[in-house]
Structures are given as structure tokens and as C-alpha cells.
């Protein structure tokens, strides 16, 4: 564990003034507060554990001189009245596990002739009489219902029968403490990706000092000591040297006690605004909002953004400051802020705060930030699209049938090409396919007929499936290598316990998102095999046939929702859609729908050619004349939730170019698609309204007389690749 520490107010190198019998009144406060103790909910519904807050309260000691009775005030001696102001403040953040809530107070003294005292109080004001007038030392502290000692503060008088008044400021944290911190990531959406954090003492002008998490696929922790306080925990997380997102938290440190929590660095939620709940110095609740952000939030816009406060106390409104982070860098203080981010996903954060210590609180907001539109004045038109074509033969390329295209992670590219028997690699470098290894069929490779590829979602394994030799290839790949290696291929037929399968012609590979289950069509037997990665080997667990009516004929694709409970096969001789229920445990797919051409005659199904997941509970298709969006959930309010139609997109009728539809190509998160057409030649191009969620017609890229096959996106966003099968091309198209 890792030892922090910052300059801050602390107790240690001053002498302590001792409270006689301090556990003892510590012990009958407890039971005083049993039935008075409070609990306040300070945002879990952040993942995030404990609430946070600084706390400052003024102890107002009134020193009056004592009326005494009938025989008048004795000589030298004073009364003590004690006058207790709370002023904490709970505000969002990572907490202590215990209460950071003061209960109740002590307060100590040591005067003239050895003279001292020592009260607990929950009331409001207390009274000591007969204190020898003289120099007095006086110590305050508050304690939370656990008997465990937040802050203190102390002062020294003279008290005399006209002094007798003395405020003591109590913000001064005492003790040390742990935090322990987790931050999450999509790891599957970066590449190389390193976590670098900064902490910082709250409110001591200290400049930042790096820490050092331990990084792991998709996550960080970070654990150390620090003496009680607040403090500021920032983060920018990396994706190959360049800042992807960031994020600013408060952390509250209390004596003996751990500070934990977890921080999601969410890559893909798109919102516009976000309310969150700060706490002022008398624990209310303060509503506060980020506004400004457009939607849709073009790049290139500059846009003024505001966090407003509500409910704070007017006499807190002129110290009332925030500071604005994006991805975690800092921008700048002010209740506006200037921001013109460039495309991609984005997190803003804002640190508000007054006067009064503990009342820092966070609030947070992600929006997407979508690449400039086409089209502008005549005086300065939009860039065209860049691109390039590499021909078959060209430099070593082998694109004779070139029929699929993978992109992993890494950015590593694969192709398989249906009629060269070949697989090969590819790296974009400098705005350029450069070719990197060439695996071919019969040299060691069983890839006759090679058609699908498809990989495991961390990309350290690679499978393709082979028509003509009727094989399964499984290769592995090392985090940015340029190679694969071959680890094992099922040829001709495989065997599950007693029983053995002959392979007809494979022709569609599908991995769930946890990388442990492959689903496999096999077009002429109507099979659908299923294997399981445990970490160390693949191995085939069963081999699915289904009686259904329609029966599934010549499937094309077969696809998996990203939480692996759905499953949608494509049935183009039947012009049939099933979609399958998973079975959680046992991973066995069971025919949940079946929507047909024939049932219906409107579903744009007819010779449908093509089926993929958007999300859990969005299903795209395309068939020979439309592309269609089906929806799990209920179809009109009140209804049983099933999976439906809402939208059936055609040429003429919501897309003005859309004429043989195959392949759809998701990006941007789903919100941006590629649609491939074998008859215009070219891209479809459409959009997600982020408020009604349907796909609107965006634009076409016109790529005649190069036919695409289908299309994906390069792992940094900045490239549309396309191969063709029919023109033995590969294209290369700048976004």
C-alpha cells in the first residue's frame, strides 16, 4: 500500500490538551444517540460507496461573569457558556465508511492553578460556572455516532469579567485513513490503454501529485494512506498515447477508516444534461444542472455550457465556485465555461464548492460529439472522401473473391479472400493499406473457400470458417503483432460425445462478447454448431437442429446481442426472420420468434440477405429492396412485450439511395451505419436520432463501378474499409 501525504491543517506538531475521561463520556453519548441518529443518502446510484463531506462549525464560548446568589459573585472566578454552530456539509463523492456527520461535541480546558474541565454536549449551548479567571486553553472536537473523532479546533484566552468571549474554528481533520479506488473501462474500445491519476489536497493550493494505479484489461485500482481530509482524485485514461476520456472526483479521508469506491469511465452513454444533488453546510440537498450541450453537438461548434445551483443559501451564492474538467484535463473555473471538442465520446466534469470546508461535490455529464456535417458555402465546400483501391496482385494482394473483412482491436485487419484460398493482414499506415502477412491454403492452412471471419472481443483469437475444404481455422493473435498463428482446425466433421457430424457448407461465424461461446450455420445441413473457449482450448459442445415451419433454409448470417441472450439467423430461401432466446446458463438457443414474408407480406423480409444486432433489444435487417428495424418490447402500451417492426426503410421511401441492400456496417457507438448495395454501388449512409432512436437517411458514397461487398470501421473511427468480391478489390475510404 502506498503512503500519501499532503500539506494540510492537522493536529500533529502542537500540544494536545487531554479531555479527562473522554471513552468514558464517549460510551454514554452512544446510548444517548441511539434513537437519534441519522442516516442520509448521498448518491449510490453512482456506484459509488459512502457520501462525502467537509465540516465546519463554530464554537461560540461566551464568557459572562457570574451574578452569583444573595452574597454577591466570588472573587475571581467566571462563568463558561458555550454556544455550538454545525456547520457540516455532505456533499457527492467517494466516502469513509463510517459517518462523517457530527453527533456531538467535547470540549476541554486547562486554566490557572492546574484548573481544567471537560464537557460532551448534544445541546446547544452549555453552561460551566466558577472558572478562575486567568489564561485558559481550550480544545473542541466533533464525533460521529461511533465515537470516532472527525475535526477539532482549538483557541486560548484571557478570561477576565470583561473577556469573556472566544470563538474557536473547528476545521482542522484529525487522523489518518485509506482509499482504495476502482475505475472501469470498455476495454474492448481502447487499444494500449494506460490510466494516469492525479490526487490533491482540497482548498491548500497544492499542486497536483501523480500516483500510480495498477492497470489491468478494462480497469484500475489505486490504494494508499492519507491523513483526514479532502481531496481532488483525477484521471485521464489513454487509448494508444492519445486522451480518450477522463473523470474528477472529491474524496472525503476520515481517521481509521476506509474511503472506497468505484469510478465507471462510461464510453458510450450519450446524454445531453445531467442534475446532481451537492450538499450545502446544513446537509440540504442543493439541485444543480449542466446546460448547453447541443444535441446533435456538431465538432468544430463552440458552445457555452452552465451549471446552475438551486437551493443554495443566498448567503453562499457569492462563494460559490466551479471548476470545469474535460476528459479530466482542466479548463477553467466560472459557473460558464467555453468548450469546442473534437469528434468522439466525451465526459464533463464540473467541481463546485463555497467558502465553507467539506462542501465540494461533483456533477458529471458524457455527450457525444459528432463529426462536422457535409456540405457547406460555395466559398468553402466540404473535403471530398479520400479513396484508395488496391487491385489483386497489386504489391503481394491477394483479393480474388476477396469476400470479408475483420478489423481487431489492435487495428489489426484481416481478409479473407474466397477464391485465392488466402487470409492475409493489413495495418492502415499513413493513410495507406500496408499488407503484413499472407496465410494461404493448402500450406499448412485448410482455407479452400475461406468466406467468414470472426474473433474473440479482446482479438487474441481469430476463427475462420472455410466452404470448399469445410473447416474451422483458429488462430491466435498477440496484442499488436502483425500475425496470426495457427492453433488448431476441425476438418470435415467433429464428434460430441457419441455422436459425429459431417460439415456441409459453413458459411457464418458469430462470438458472443464474453469471447466463450461460437455459433457457427451450416447452410446445407440447417445446422448450427455450438463451441465454448474456456481460456485454454475450443471445443465443440453441441450440434442444434430445429423443426420449424418455416424451416431455415440457405441461411446468410447468423448474429448474437451484445449481452449473448439473442440470437438471429437470416433465412433467405424461406424469407423467414428467427431470432432465438439463450438460455443464460446453459447457453442452448431456443426459436423465440419467427417472422416471415409470407405471414405478414409487409415486414420487407422477402430474400432477406443480412441480420445484426444494434443493441439488446434492436435488430437490423436487409433484404433484396429494404432495410428494416425490429424492437423488442411492447408494441403499444399495455402490450406484451415482443419483438416487432418500427421501421422498413426503401429506396424513395425515407432513403433516397438504397437499391440491393446487403451488408450493414455499425459504428460510432450505433449511431452512425453502413449499409452496402450490390446494384447502386456504394454506401448507404444513416444516422440515430438520439431522441427518438430511429435511423434517419443521411448521404450515399458513391463508389461505382467498385462494388462493396460489405464494410467496416478502422479500431480508430477514421476509416471506412470495403472489399469486392466481384471486382477483386480492396477500398480504403477516409470518414
Not at 292 to 304: E, K, R
Not at 361 to 379: H, K, Q
Not at 544 to 571: C, F, R
Request: proline share 5%.
Amino acid at each position: 500500500m502506498n503512503t500519501m501525504s499532503f500539506r494540510k491543517k492537522s493536529s500533529s506538531g502542537r500540544k494536545e490538551i487531554p479531555i479527562l475521561g473522554e471513552r468514558k463520556m464517549h460510551q454514554q453519548m452512544q446510548m444517548q444517540l441511539t434513537n437519534r441518529s441519522q442516516k442520509l443518502d448521498y448518491g449510490r446510484e453512482r456506484k459509488l460507496t459512502g457520501i462525502y463531506a467537509m465540516s465546519i462549525f463554530l464554537l461560540m464560548l461566551i464568557f459572562a461573569f457570574s451574578a452569583g446568589c444573595d452574597t454577591g459573585p466570588s472573587p475571581g472566578t467566571a462563568s463558561l457558556t458555550i454556544v455550538l454552530n454545525d456547520g457540516t456539509a455532505p456533499s457527492r463523492t467517494l466516502l469513509p465508511e463510517t459517518s462523517i456527520t457530527v453527533a456531538y461535541y467535547t470540549v476541554s480546558g486547562t486554566g490557572p492553578g492546574g484548573g481544567e474541565f471537560s464537557v460532551s454536549t448534544q445541546n446547544a449551548d452549555v453552561t460551566i460556572p466558577g472558572l478562575e479567571t486567568g489564561t485558559w486553553q481550550l480544545t473542541a472536537s466533533g464525533w460521529n455516532e461511533n465515537n470516532c473523532r472527525l475535526i477539532t479546533g482549538e483557541s486560548t484566552i484571557d478570561l477576565t469579567p470583561d473577556t469573556n468571549e472566544v470563538g474557536i474554528i473547528l476545521d482542522e481533520y484529525y487522523g489518518t485513513g485509506t482509499l482504495s479506488v476502482i475505475i472501469t473501462w470498455d476495454a474492448g474500445r481502447t487499444y494500449n490503454a494506460d490510466l494516469v491519476l492525479f490526487l490533491s489536497a482540497k482548498g491548500e493550493n497544492e499542486a497536483e501529485a501523480e500516483v500510480t494505479p495498477t492497470v489491468a484489461s478494462g480497469s484500475a485500482s489505486f490504494e494508499t494512506t492519507l491523513e483526514a481530509g479532502s481531496y481532488l482524485l483525477r484521471g485521464v485514461l489513454y487509448s494508444n498515447g492519445e486522451p480518450l476520456a477522463g473523470f474528477v472526483e472529491a474524496v472525503r479521508i476520515s481517521d481509521s477508516s476506509a474511503t472506497g469506491g468505484t469510478v465507471a469511465i462510461d464510453l458510450d452513454t450519450l446524454v445531453s444534461n445531467l442534475s446532481a444533488s451537492l450538499e450545502n453546510n446544513t446537509s440540504l440537498p442543493v439541485q444543480g444542472s449542466i446546460s448547453g450541450i447541443p444535441d446533435p453537438f456538431p465538432a468544430g461548434t463552440s458552445v457555452n455550457l452552465t451549471f446552475t445551483p438551486e437551493n443554495v443559501p443566498a448567503e453562499d451564492l457569492g462563494s460559490l465556485t466551479a471548476a470545469w474538467y474535460l476528459d479530466g484535463l482542466y479548463l477553467g473555473t466560472g459557473l460558464t465555461q467555453q468548450i469546442s471538442p473534437d469528434a468522439g465520446t466525451h465526459r464533463i466534469d464540473v467541481l463546485a464548492h463555497t467558502s465553507k470546508a467539506g462542501s465540494t461535490g461533483s456533477a458529471s455529464s458524457i455527450f457525444l460529439v459528432s463529426p462536422e456535417a457535409e456540405g457547406g458555402s460555395e466559398d468553402d465546400p466540404p473535403d471530398p472522401l479520400t479513396v484508395s483501391i488496391i487491385s489483386d496482385n497489386s504489391n503481394g494482394a491477394m483479393l480474388d473473391g476477396a469476400e470479408y473483412i475483420e478489423v481487431l482491436p489492435d487495428g489489426l485487419i484481416i481478409t479473407a479472400s474466397r477464391v485465392d484460398d488466402a487470409l492475409q493482414t493489413w495495418r492502415i499506415e499513413n493513410s495507406s493499406l500496408v499488407l503484413k502477412q499472407t496465410l494461404v491454403n493448402p500450406a499448412d492452412y485448410l482455407l479452400n473457400g475461406v468466406q467468414e471471419i470472426s474473433s474473440t472481443s479482446d482479438g487474441s483469437l481469430v476463427f475462420a470458417i472455410s466452404d470448399y475444404s469445410k473447416s474451422i481455422s483458429i488462430f491466435s493473435h498477440a496484442e499488436g503483432s502483425d500475425s496470426l498463428e495457427l492453433v488448431e482446425t476441425y476438418d470435415s466433421s467433429i464428434t460430441i460425445g457419441e455422436n459425429t457430424y459431417n460439415f456441409g457448407m459453413l458459411n457464418s461465424i458469430t462470438v458472443d462478447s464474453d469471447s466463450q461461446n461460437i455459433y457457427i450455420l451450416d447452410r446445407y445441413d440447417h445446422h448450427i454448431y455450438h463451441y465454448i473457449y474456456d481460456g485454454t482450448e475450443v471445443v465443440p459442445v453441441e450440434c442444434y437442429s430445429y423443426l420449424t415451419n418455416p424451416l431455415i433454409e440457405q441461411p446468410k448470417s447468423i448474429s448474437l446481442s451484445p449481452d449473448g441472450l439473442w440470437m438471429a439467423v437470416a433465412s433467405y430461401t424461406t424469407n423467414a426472420l428467427f431470432i432465438f432466446a439463450i438460455d443464460p446458463l446453459t447457453q442452448i438457443p431456443a426459436v423465440d420468434t419467427i417472422l416471415t414474408y409470407a405471414d405478414t407480406g409487409t415486414m420487407g423480409i422477402g430474400d432477406i440477405n443480412y441480420a445484426v444486432f444494434a443493441d439488446n433489444t434492436t435488430l437490423l435487417t436487409t433484404s433484396q429492396d429494404y432495410f428494416s428495424v425490429f424492437k423488442y418490447g411492447e408494441p403499444s402500451p399495455g402490450e406484451p412485450a415482443v419483438w416487432h417492426q418500427t421501421q422498413r426503410i426503401s429506396e424513395g421511401s425515407g432513403a433516397e439511395i438504397l437499391d440491393g441492400p446487403k451488408h450493414i456496417n455499425i459504428c460510432d457507438d450505433n449511431n452512425t451505419i453502413y449499409i452496402s448495395n450490390s446494384i447502386s454501388a456504394g454506401l448507404s449512409v444513416f444516422t440515430r436520432n438520439s431522441v427518438s432512436g430511429e435511423y434517419e437517411y443521411s448521404s450515399f458514397i458513391e463508389l461505382a463501378p467498385f462494388i462493396p461487398t460489405m464494410s467496416v470501421c478502422s479500431a480508430d473511427g477514421n476509416f471506412i474499409i470495403s472489399p469486392s468480391s466481384s471486382m477483386d478489390e480492396l477500398a480504403l475510404i477516409s470518414r
